[in-house]
């Protein structure tokens, strides 16, 4: 079993499909051996195969990455960040980070605002069809909208939840072009939000920051001052993950 780990070291960011021939290739490893391994680790459920059968790591190994970055330095180095943008705001920054199906609250700061959402809080699981940190995970993380839209069984939380894969694609799409969520409504019925990706050290997406608050504060006239000052904390801290 500790071949089998091993094998895993050789998928990366620019590689995250490989053959069983670059597989053996990479490891030295006889083609017969490395295709047992490779199997093992697709019964333990860390690999797939794709229909050119080729090999790449699962949604689980990505969890438990975010587990460990999370634990690690990201909420550390998202403390000022977040301050930062709750400050300049009045409202409240949120750091997120995937798991499973789900988007995981691990950090949130308020600012001054008089209106706080109670809703989500630091330990909040939020939906990834709904809400703008977790839409943008759905964006920006590798397989992740795919194993979404598996799925037949998203909630419609609010009138303006999506559940219809067809709108739900359209609209990830819309935010990897743009670089950017912005929800309304969809989650909370009078609360709106602007998220932005959070790339760790490997170009991966690790995870999200936010600034949510009531619609008339987001979506006010302050909106355009929003967008930039969220995407700029998301490179921000991006930077100061991969030491820039």
């Known amino acids: 079993m500790l071949k089998a780990c091993r094998l895993m ?3 990366d960011h620019q590689r995250p499909e490989l053959t069983l021939a670059e597989v053996a290739e990479r490891s030295g490893m006889n083609k017969t051996t ?3 391994l490779l199997n093992t680790l697709v019964m333990a459920g860390w690999l797939a195969r794709s229909e050119s059968n080729a090999y790449r790591p699962t949604m689980r190994v990505f969890q438990i990455g975010s587990v460990a970055l999370a634990s690690t330095n990201l909420p550390t180095e998202a ?4 301050r930062s943008l709750a400050d300049r705001f009045g409202d ?3 750091l997120m980070v995937p798991s499973g199906r789900n988007a995981v ?3 949130a700061i308020t600012g001054d605002s008089p209106v706080t959402v109670n809703a989500v809080a630091v330990g909040s699981s939020l939906p990834l069809h709904a809400a ?6 759905l964006a920006f993380v590798p397989g992740l909208l795919e194993e979404e839209l598996s799925h037949d069984d998203r909630e419609p939380f609010t009138p303006g939840t999506i559940t219809d894969p067809e709108h739900l694609r359209s609209v990830v799409e819309k935010v990897r072009e743009q670089g950017y969520a912005v929800s309304e409504g969809d989650f909370l019925s009078d609360v709106a ?3 932005a990706p ?7 997406c690790v995870g999200t920051i936010s600034l949510g608050g009531t619609v008339d504060r987001i979506r006010g006239a302050r909106f355009d001052d929003i967008v930039a000052g969220v995407v700029a904390a998301g490179k921000d801290l991006t930077a100061r993950l991969q030491g820039r």
Not at 132 to 137: E, F, N, R, Y
């Open 132 to 137: 703008a940190g977790p839409v943008t995970m």
């Open 9 to 11: 070291a050789y998928f």
């Open 198 to 204: 959070i790339f760790g050290s490997d170009g991966a």
């Open 92 to 94: 409240t920054a949120y």
């Open 105 to 107: 609250c691990i950090d």
């Open 193 to 195: 939000a602007v998220a």
């Open 34 to 36: 490395a295709y047992r």
């Open 79 to 82: 403390k000022p960040v977040l």
